[in-house]
């Protein structure tokens, strides 16, 4: 056995003491990458005279490095038991090979004696004992091919062999059975090596040209029928050879279960193909390769694999029945083999199904179109035990019953997808929830806070608390009735109403961040207002009588008690120290009542202020207009706010 000599590979499968290097082929299977063939390999054996130039044409013809008789020192003749070696060698040849190369001389065509007479014989005999007819091809080399055209040797080739098949003993089935059921005969013709070499080589080529693609059907080797997948080669020839190596005059007493390891695996793969090619297996390849539901696979696929168990055991009947049993689960790991990614599609896709259709029944269940309220947590337990059952009814149309493969894993994965879809779509809602509850605090706290930080008064603070609390109250109400159906433990309530009060906390802080950034204008509004208004809020008619000091003075205290409100948050804090503080900063008496003038000023600029802000409200209006109005008149006064002396221009 060989292969390109580049490659390094040569053994010699059995030595010349019938010893079989199993160990040998197993690694050239490896190295050579056979065991990854399946079927898509050919033996080819080689048989003949001694010395007829069978090494010479298999070196020429596959590139192989067999060793070839020196034509200088010529060779001697065998004796009777390497006859009987070559007749077991032959008989093994058959056995194994897909291509049986038959090297005979030409002048042999015809003769009585002729040197291959008594192997074939003794071969189609063999045959006959222990094979059930298997298409081998027999490829008939004549060798040193002379001048009588091959239009006159091949008829005569071919009567010689159907004379030697008549010849031989047949079992009562067989009678009858003609040579062409056995093997498939090809005849060729090559010039002498020696003496025309070129035109050898040439002959050669385009014999090779016939191998290329052999397995192909119609081919050399293309009858595939029971032939061993490449992965059991070495175990299944070392085993042949055993068998007939056992029994050198080749009567095989241990043949019936060679014959039965031979012909079970034979009838298996044939159940196994002919499931292939049925019309209802490719009806249900399309359909799950289509994505479709496949209805009633397991039905089918069942009955598909049953009908090939039976006919299998109908045809191995009458086989060993270890081995019969062996093979029949062969042929069961095989039909799983080619059933089980349907079946697992089928499932995947039935879980998918189910996942899509309980989305879309929580949707609309939950209030996902329409917005009606409903007890998620109760809806969601509804959906999922309906999806369950659904699963549960195509998973068991889709069970073939006899394989009883489990589906719990995609079970799992189902359950746990719905459970996460549960989870995400719970979550959403609650963040919804939570989002509407902020916006609706937001909305009823912005405007009146921003009113009450624009008319700055005592109270400001004392007000804003009771808005934002009053509102907090409302909105965290909202939320328990919102979340009542999420079945939502204390705790869990609890951090969501914090979230909404926090953010309520925020929106009064972005105001009053807003509102101090504002605090210069304030504090000059509110400067210009109490020094140029009365008691009665209206414009101030100076007399000589006019302490233009102390109405200074009061209106720089109005100013630093409006910067006191704006300077801090004080939604948790109802006293501090700001306001001392600033006070202090006008010197003796600062931090004392005041005059009932400037106090009575300052809540009328804060009243009126506050339904100035409504009018704006109202109207779209901002604050920038009137402060550019009041702008130069307040900064004529700007200097009363550093405590100056001075009265600016400008004054009544």
Known sequence: MGVDGEAGLRMQLVSGTGEFDREGLERFARATRMTECGLSYAVIAIVGPQSSGKSTLLNHLFHTSFDEMDALKGSRERGEDDTTFEKQSSLFALAVADVIIVNMWCHDIGREQASNKPLLKTVFQVMMRLFTPRKATLLFVIRDKTKTPMETLEPILREDIEKIWQSVPKPQKHQSTPFADFFNVEVTALPNFEEREEEFKTQVARLRDRFQDSVAEGQLAGDRRGVVPASGFPLSVAEMWCIIRENKDLDLPAHKVMVATVRCEQIATEKLAQLQDSEEWEALQTAVDAGSEAEHFGARANQLAAEALATYDAEAAYFEEGVRDSKRQFLLKGMSALIRPLHTAVVAAAAARC?????????DATGGKDGSAVSFAASAAACLQAAALSFESDAEDADVSLFGWSVEEVRAKLLADMESHVASLRSQKLKQIATDAEKSLSDAISEPIAALLEAVTDNTWRDIRAVFFHEVDGACSEVEQAVAGFDMG????ARMKAAVEAAGRRVVEERVRRESGHALSLMKDRFFAVFSQDDQGLPRKWT??????????????????????????????VDDSIEPTLLSLLGEGASGEGSNSSRTQDGEWGRARGKQRGKEMGKGKGRSGERGQQKGAADIHVRWLAGGQQVGQGRP
């Open 355 to 363: 996942v899509d259709a309980f989305k879309t029944d929580l949707d």
């Open 490 to 493: 204390g705790e869990e309530q």
């Open 544 to 573: 000589d009588c006019d302490d233009i000091k102390a109405i200074a003075f009061d209106a720089r205290r109005a100013a630093l008690r409006l910067l006191a409100v704006v300077a801090a948050m004080r939604l948790d804090t």
